[in-house]
């Protein structure tokens, strides 16, 4: 399943997520994934769960290798149960006019390997779309 964390910069998305994770992985029997743009939020988050900085993938550049990026990392444990994706917009060119099929993708890897996704956007509901009819939103 993958649930949305929406609004505008400086609304609270990280820091929702920030806690959303840290409470998830105190409870959680297997792995949980935290990919950020940078390591600002290291210290933020708990030490058992694996923080992902994407400034150290600076050649990801498209949907697909991004996609590619977090089957490499869904592969390389098989006991993730959770990733959470912050301010996802701000990595490999994902934009407002592409994300819709970005969340199709993790739908399918949902699906495909039982894993749960929780994404925060940038944009207010209207300016998504149809994605926020299908998905459940956080906050």
Known sequence: MVKLIIGKKGSGKTKKMIDMANDYVRDSKGSTIF???DRRLTCDLNYRMRVVCVEDYQQLGTIDEYIGFIMGIISSDHDIE???VD???KHANISLENISAFIEMLDRISEQYNIDFVVSISADRE???EIAAKH???N
């Open 136 to 138: 459940e939103i956080l």
């Open 35 to 37: 990919i950020n743009n």
């Open 87 to 89: 301010s996802v917009t």
């Open 82 to 84: 959770m990733i959470f």
């Open 127 to 129: 300016e998504i779309g």
